[in-house]
């Protein structure tokens, strides 16, 4: 019987093990090239692994919910092609879970047995049962994942043939019927039980145990819009973060001047020669990390009672996503990369961002975030703290504005290209002083920028 190790994969740099959330197969189970076998989780994303081979499940070594590290083999296919009993092994043996006395011989098959890591595809749904999608009335297949989302959405069969699938033979991807659910979405139907009886709140913690829940009163002709898994995951995560750390934000006004009028001169060299679009982020981002560099106290974490001051400055920047969520991808070790290299990175994983291709090591491992409220001409905000961060700047909108500068022949009112940097801070480890400080430095920087400057 040639036998092949299906092993837990990588997940990103940072990810060393992950949790099975759900098996879509059992021992005896034949299974095709690219089926999916199987859902895992992490603390950033969920993913959904596909089979490399073609063949018959042998064993399934580690169950539900059980977290396994990287590279642990997980599951036995034989390739052969011969026919197995379900659930039994070649011994005979019908149980599809090992001890750990036998996990250390699964490695022990032949020179038949083959090893690999299959790179997950991706996703974003929590995992439910998908029992009721069915496809086998009309023919058509519907991967696991679609069948998920059908479900947890309350997509009948009906609905889901009427579908048109941008898939390989007219085959309805994850996009596909996450478009049509929110077409679909748009206008809720009536119910005929009281609305109020079909709204559920989302769950996410408090900072106070509350004894009963907050009574919301629909009136006719609102909109109930459900959330959806990431929306939840933001909600939780700015709840917590509110409830861990101590919220502090300082405010300063900005002269960018020579930085508009240095960008103004060289970005249409600067995309000729880069292909790539100059924006002033990039720009601010290096005074960012210089400041950083004066101030590490802003650069760290807080761990108890202990504080991390963090070695490496891996920059995480907040980017709005066409659902009208946010993700924050992160610029490892940007201290270590110039303008053009800080550009590139900086476009890539926005882009990968809005296309839904970031990988998990795109999304961990932030030591300090920036939030550019400019992108939407705001001119500030007060972003809430991304855990275990203390400290996330804000950057409002670049503006014209009317200002009394020093000249040799004394002062005078020009016009100036000005902005607002926010410092929100957490008050736990960082005081005024200290956080006042780290934003004037930013600021000095900024209004000391070489306009003179070549690439």
Partial sequence: ????????PKLGESIEEATITKWLVKAGDKVKDDDILLELATDKVDSEIPSPVSGTIVKILYQQDETVPVG?????????????????EESGEGETSVTASAETSVTATAENTTTVVHEP???EISVQDTSKIKSESSGRFYSPLVRKIASEENVPLSELERITGTG???RVRKEDILKYIQQRDKVVSEKKEPIVSAVKEPRVPVTKPS???????IYPGDEIIKMDRMRKLIAEHMVTSMSVSAHVTNMIETDVTRIVLWRNHIRDEFYSREKEKLTYLPIFLESVIS??????????????DS???RKDINLGIAVALPTNNLIVPVIKNADQLNLVGMVKTLNRLADNARNNKL????????TFTVSNFGTFRNVMGTPIINQPQVAVLGIGTVEKKPAVIETPEGDMIAVRHKMYLSLTYDHRIIDGALGGAYLRKLGDYLEAFDSNRTL
């Fill in 359 to 366: 990988s998990p090591d795109d999304v961990t491992g932030g």
């Fill in 307 to 309: 504080i991390i001051l």
């Fill in 168 to 170: 390989r033979d007219g």
């Fill in 291 to 304: 400041a950083l560099k004066d101030y590490p106290m802003i650069n760290a974490s807080v761990d108890g």
């Fill in 121 to 123: 595809e991706l996703i």
């Fill in 1 to 8: 019987m040639a036998n092949f190790e299906l092993v837990m």
């Fill in 211 to 217: 004894s009963e829940k907050q009574k919301i009163t």
């Fill in 72 to 88: 642990t083999v997980i599951a036995i296919i034989d390739t052969s092609g011969a026919d197995l009993q379900p659930g039994k």
